[in-house]
């Protein structure tokens, strides 16, 4: 005691012996050993702690306990364990100043070391948020919640292989469904993000991805979002810091959907439609129009997902519609009204297979549909949702998949039989010409060769034949959307004698497009006139013809075309006239669209004489027979007389033909017998005629016009070819080099020959040539037996051989000609 006396002075005694003398904070160390001899960073960490926990963390202290763990970080271990063993004794005896004293500290010491070894601390810091998760008290969860989403911003150099998210993923999950206020729910999303960006950077971890993550993650996600505020843009960002639940919770799903990979889009999408299921939110109300909240859902994924991924979110709501094909009409037409919201995202990203798969699928949706009834509303309901979405998906795609798709669907479609049809046959060929309309109209004409193809054209005239009048409207209406290129639909939707008033949009006919027209325009033309002779028509029925060929008028304004176009109003005539199955009314009908096309011909394609005649005629109707002009009616007024007992003002031939010849064209074709009528094109067997001659037009010879296999001897006026004539190599050759225009000139003479014959020529001389000629024929094989057993005698076999003609040199017979 004198050494010590004499070193230290009395006061400096007693703060030696304080500092060296201290009772142990250690539980689990004997009361009374000194601080000297605890361990270096035990001293350190207890000396961050102050006396009262409301002075807080004492910064000096903390500096030095930093300092020291970056100095030896192969203490960092034994710090973080000491830390939580603090921390668990504190929250056990409800010291929660103190524990948010040890948490800030840990905190701080996360932040600041980087070390290889840090890996050892990580999971006393982990040890220290769970058990603070673990508590009752929300403000010790949310502070744990703000540790571990700092730790999740941490880029640790090395990975752990060991670490495991379990707990956190369920206690995260647990507080979003909390009911104890946002703050609880806003912290837990908030983890739920930071395990997600912790665990998804880095592959070798823990796969998030399972189903047992996903599972809690999405459901929580989507429980949040439920109450969200729609945005009127889902694509506008959404600041990180926002404290709303829902808005939260859409940045965090965003943020999900948008990490995951080809592999593991299905792994978020199927709790998806699972949670939508379970908790019935794609028609909350029963009511399918009640699916905002779905539509947003999956419009928050197809923006948040990589667009090379996109499909695979329509591919998986196509698989589920499939598993739903039992449930009601209502909850289907809510998943396909939420597709056709979605599809056109996933269009753009589409190609080859893909689009047509999508397609297929969607068709077989409206094929099922249809075995389901035919009466339901809810039904009806479904289809149109499922036609918008294929209208949807192809309005944003390119115009060379949309004519691809419209020829899949029409190749879909039962062509219509005349004795053996059923109402679900109707209505499937109804619900699929739609599903054509819906695509017709997201589709822009450029050439009409490219829209209509042989193997489209063809279908769809034929289909415009069909025995129910729905369908050939529906037909019509596809072939308007298709053909109308500067707008004219609305102008030209109701027959008229005021076109003047129309104000058209005109331009000249492209060459490629009076090609198509050389070559198709006759089909074309045979099936508008076949489809006025149906009975069944409605006025609307004639309308759409109408507007058909007032298009087509439009848009292949050209001289080229004007001949057949008047050939076709004249047959429209003569069938007003002289058809049987017609009522008056639709007579009178077919009047009206014949004078309105007589108008609209000239006005379009500058013939004024011929202008002015229609106008004439027009005149004379309004003053005599009112009927006979547009409006078109259902019922007409019982006196009104029949077109036949008012020739003067019915559209003469020979007027025409002098009125187009003053308008300076040719009107030699026009002054012939019409194509149209009895035994003309308009007969159609089987929606088809003379389907090998009409594919090959123009190749050999026009078959359509006059059929001669052996008529020509029963025809006055038509001599039978010589032998000299008949079909030879050099003949064919001549046949296929010559121009369209001698072949017409050709068959507009033998025509023209045979109807004056017929009109000049006596009865008497009209059987004297049409009697069969039996004398002839029984002289002319008597002459051929003779040469044959002549040639027998004179030519031996090997002499006859010599004889023979050169292939080339031999002539057809003339049956195979015909």
């Given at each position: 005691?004198s050494f010590?006396?004499?070193?230290?002075?009395?006061?400096?005694?007693?703060?030696?012996?304080?500092?060296?003398?201290?009772k142990?904070?250690?539980?689990?160390?004997?009361?009374?050993?000194?601080?000297?001899?605890?361990?270096?960073?035990?001293?350190?960490?207890?000396?961050?702690?102050?006396?009262?926990p409301?002075?807080?963390?004492?910064?000096?202290?903390m500096?030095?306990?930093?300092?020291?763990?970056?100095?030896?970080p192969?203490?960092?271990?034994?710090?973080?364990?000491?830390?939580?063993?603090?921390?668990?004794?504190?929250?056990?005896?409800?010291?929660?100043?103190?524990v948010?004293?040890?948490?800030?500290?840990?905190?701080?010491?996360?932040l600041?070391?980087?070390?290889?070894?840090?890996?050892?601390?990580?999971?006393?810091?982990?040890?220290?948020?769970?058990?603070?998760?673990?508590?009752?008290e929300?403000?010790?969860?949310?502070?744990?919640?703000q540790s571990?989403?700092?730790?999740?911003?941490?880029?640790e150099?090395?990975?752990?292989?060991?670490?495991?998210?379990?707990?956190?993923?369920?206690?995260?999950?647990?507080m979003?469904?909390?009911?104890e206020?946002?703050q609880?729910r806003?912290?837990?999303?908030k983890?739920?993000?930071?395990?997600?960006?912790?665990?998804?950077?880095?592959?070798?971890?823990?796969?998030?991805?399972?189903?047992?993550?996903?599972?809690?993650?999405?459901?929580?996600?989507?429980?949040?979002?439920?109450?969200?505020?729609?945005?009127?843009?889902?694509?506008?960002?959404?600041?990180?810091?926002?404290?709303?639940?829902?808005?939260?919770?859409?940045?965090?799903?965003?943020?999900?959907?948008?990490?995951?990979?080809?592999?593991?889009?299905?792994?978020?999408?199927?709790?998806?439609?699972?949670?939508?299921?379970?908790?019935?939110?794609?028609?909350?109300?029963?009511?399918?129009?009640?699916?905002?909240?779905?539509?947003?859902?999956?419009?928050?994924?197809?923006?948040?997902?990589?667009?090379?991924?996109?499909?695979?979110?329509?591919?998986?709501?196509?698989?589920?519609?499939?598993?739903?094909?039992?449930?009601?009409?209502?909850?289907?037409?809510?998943?396909?009204?939420?597709?056709?919201?979605?599809?056109?995202?996933?269009?753009?990203?589409?190609?080859?297979?893909?689009?047509?798969?999508?397609?297929?699928?969607?068709?077989?949706?409206?094929?099922?549909?249809?075995?389901?009834?035919?009466?339901?509303?809810?039904?009806?309901?479904?289809?149109?949702?499922?036609?918008?979405?294929l209208?949807?998906?192809?309005?944003?795609?390119?115009?060379?998949?949309?004519?691809?798709?419209?020829?899949?669907?029409?190749?879909?479609?039962?062509?219509?039989?005349?004795?053996n049809?059923?109402?679900?046959?109707?209505?499937?060929?109804?619900?699929?010409?739609?599903?054509?309309?819906?695509v017709?109209?997201?589709?822009?004409?450029?050439?009409?060769?490219?829209?209509?193809?042989?193997?489209?054209?063809?279908?769809?005239?034929?289909?415009?034949?069909?025995?129910?009048?729905?369908?050939?409207?529906?037909?019509?209406?596809?072939?308007?959307?298709l053909?109308?290129?500067?707008?004219?639909?609305?102008?030209?939707?109701k027959?008229?004698?005021?076109?003047?008033?129309?104000?058209?949009?005109?331009?000249k006919?492209?060459?490629?497009?009076?090609?198509?027209?050389?070559?198709?325009?006759?089909?074309?033309?045979?099936?508008?006139?076949?489809?006025?002779?149906?009975?069944?028509?409605?006025?609307?029925?004639?309308?759409?013809?109408?507007?058909?060929?007032?298009?087509?008028?439009?848009?292949?304004?050209?001289?080229?075309?004007?001949?057949?176009?008047?050939?076709?109003?004249?047959?429209?005539?003569?069938?007003?006239?002289?058809?049987?199955?017609?009522?008056?009314?639709?007579?009178?009908?077919?009047?009206?669209?014949?004078?309105?096309?007589?108008?609209?011909?000239?006005?379009?394609?500058?013939?004024?004489?011929?202008?002015?005649?229609?106008?004439?005629?027009?005149?004379?109707?309004?003053?005599?027979?009112?009927?006979?002009?547009?409006?078109?009616?259902?019922?007409?007024?019982?006196?009104?007389?029949?077109?036949?007992?008012?020739?003067?003002?019915?559209?003469?031939?020979?007027?025409?033909?002098?009125?187009?010849?003053?308008?300076?064209?040719?009107?030699?074709?026009?002054?012939?017998?019409?194509?149209?009528?009895?035994?003309g094109?308009?007969?159609?067997?089987?929606?088809?005629?003379?389907?090998?001659?009409?594919?090959?037009?123009?190749?050999?010879?026009?078959?359509?016009?006059?059929?001669?296999?052996?008529?020509a001897?029963?025809?006055?006026?038509?001599?039978r070819?010589?032998?000299?004539?008949?079909?030879?190599?050099?003949?064919?050759?001549?046949?296929?080099?010559?121009?369209?225009?001698?072949?017409?000139?050709?068959?507009?003479?033998?025509?023209k020959?045979?109807?004056?014959?017929?009109?000049?020529?006596?009865?008497?001389?009209l059987?004297?040539?049409?009697?069969?000629?039996?004398?002839?024929?029984?002289?002319?094989?008597?002459?051929?037996?003779?040469?044959?057993?002549?040639?027998?005698?004179?030519?031996?076999?090997e002499?006859?051989?010599?004889?023979?003609k050169?292939?080339?040199?031999?002539?057809?017979p003339?049956?195979?000609?015909?």
């Amino acid at each position: 005691m004198s050494f010590i006396k004499c070193c230290f002075e009395a006061p400096e005694i007693r703060e030696v012996l304080d500092t060296f003398a201290q009772k142990c904070t250690d539980a689990g160390c004997c009361c009374g050993c000194c601080s000297a001899f605890r361990p270096r960073y035990k001293r350190f960490v207890d000396n961050i702690f102050p006396v009262y926990p409301q002075d807080g963390l004492v910064k000096s202290n903390m500096e030095k306990l930093t300092f020291y763990a970056l100095s030896s970080p192969e203490k960092l271990d034994r710090i973080g364990e000491y830390m939580y063993q603090r921390a668990a004794r504190d929250i056990y005896r409800r010291r929660y100043g103190f524990v948010i004293i040890a948490m800030e500290a840990m905190d701080q010491l996360l932040l600041a070391c980087h070390a290889p070894t840090l890996n050892l601390f990580v999971e006393s810091f982990l040890k220290m948020v769970q058990k603070l998760l673990e508590s009752t008290e929300p403000e010790l969860q949310i502070l744990a919640t703000q540790s571990f989403v700092k730790f999740a911003n941490i880029e640790e150099d090395t990975p752990s292989y060991h670490r495991r998210y379990d707990f956190f993923v369920s206690k995260f999950s647990a507080m979003c469904h909390s009911s104890e206020g946002d703050q609880i729910r806003i912290a837990g999303i908030k983890g739920l993000q930071a395990v997600i960006r912790k665990t998804v950077s880095d592959e070798l971890v823990e796969n998030i991805w399972e189903p047992v993550h996903m599972d809690k993650i999405v459901p929580s996600l989507l429980f949040n979002m439920q109450n969200a505020r729609f945005l009127n843009d889902t694509t506008e960002s959404i600041p990180e810091d926002q404290t709303d639940p829902p808005m939260l919770a859409e940045t965090c799903m965003r943020e999900l959907v948008g990490r995951a990979s080809f592999g593991h889009i299905r792994a978020v999408l199927k709790p998806v439609l699972k949670h939508f299921d379970l908790h019935k939110l794609w028609a909350p109300d029963s009511n399918p129009n009640s699916n905002e909240f779905a539509i947003h859902t999956f419009r928050i994924i197809m923006f948040s997902i990589q667009a090379q991924y996109s499909y695979t979110v329509v591919e998986t709501l196509m698989a589920h519609l499939d598993e739903n094909v039992k449930s009601s009409p209502i909850i289907r037409t809510s998943i396909a009204g939420v597709l056709s919201k979605i599809i056109a995202i996933a269009a753009g990203e589409n190609v080859g297979p893909t689009v047509l798969e999508i397609i297929n699928s969607l068709l077989s949706h409206l094929r099922d549909s249809v075995k389901h009834g035919t009466s339901m509303t809810e039904e009806k309901q479904y289809q149109e949702a499922l036609i918008n979405a294929l209208g949807e998906f192809a309005n944003h795609l390119p115009d060379y998949q949309k004519i691809e798709i419209m020829m899949f669907i029409m190749n879909k479609i039962p062509f219509p039989l005349v004795d053996n049809h059923t109402p679900a046959d109707n209505l499937l060929q109804s619900i699929l010409l739609k599903s054509l309309l819906t695509v017709g109209t997201k589709y822009q004409t450029i050439h009409l060769n490219a829209t209509f193809p042989v193997s489209f054209l063809e279908p769809l005239l034929r289909m415009s034949l069909a025995p129910d009048p729905d369908m050939r409207l529906l037909v019509q209406k596809i072939l308007h959307t298709l053909i109308d290129r500067h707008h004219n639909l609305e102008k030209l939707s109701k027959p008229t004698v005021n076109v003047t008033e129309l104000d058209l949009v005109l331009e000249k006919s492209s060459r490629p497009d009076l090609i198509f027209i050389n070559k198709h325009g006759p089909i074309i033309y045979d099936a508008l006139y076949t489809s006025l002779q149906m009975d069944t028509n409605t006025p609307d029925n004639v309308e759409v013809v109408y507007t058909t060929l007032a298009l087509l008028c439009v848009e292949l304004a050209s001289t080229e075309t004007v001949i057949d176009l008047l050939q076709l109003v004249l047959g429209i005539q003569s069938l007003a006239l002289n058809s049987t199955s017609l009522s008056n009314s639709q007579k009178f009908n077919l009047h009206a669209l014949v004078i309105s096309l007589l108008v609209l011909i000239p006005s379009v394609v500058s013939i004024q004489p011929l202008l002015d005649y229609a106008n004439q005629i027009v005149d004379a109707r309004k003053q005599e027979a009112p009927h006979l002009l547009p409006d078109l009616l259902v019922h007409y007024p019982a006196n009104c007389e029949v077109a036949n007992k008012v020739p003067h003002l019915l559209v003469d031939q020979m007027a025409v033909c002098e009125n187009v010849k003053s308008g300076g064209l040719d009107p030699s074709r026009l002054a012939q017998t019409s194509p149209y009528g009895a035994g003309g094109p308009g007969v159609v067997v089987g929606g088809q005629r003379n389907s090998w001659i009409e594919n090959a037009r123009g190749s050999i010879i026009e078959m359509n016009t006059n059929q001669e296999v052996d008529s020509a001897s029963s025809s006055p006026g038509v001599q039978r070819k010589l032998p000299e004539e008949e079909l030879t190599f050099e003949s064919m050759k001549k046949v296929l080099t010559e121009p369209a225009e001698t072949r017409k000139e050709a068959e507009a003479r033998r025509r023209k020959q045979l109807s004056d014959t017929f009109r000049t020529a006596t009865f008497s001389e009209l059987v004297r040539r049409t009697q069969p000629k039996h004398d002839v024929l029984q002289n002319k094989l008597n002459e051929i037996f003779k040469s044959l057993s002549a040639n027998e005698r004179r030519n031996p076999p090997e002499i006859e051989k010599k004889m023979e003609k050169p292939a080339y040199e031999q002539n057809f017979p003339e049956l195979f000609f015909y």
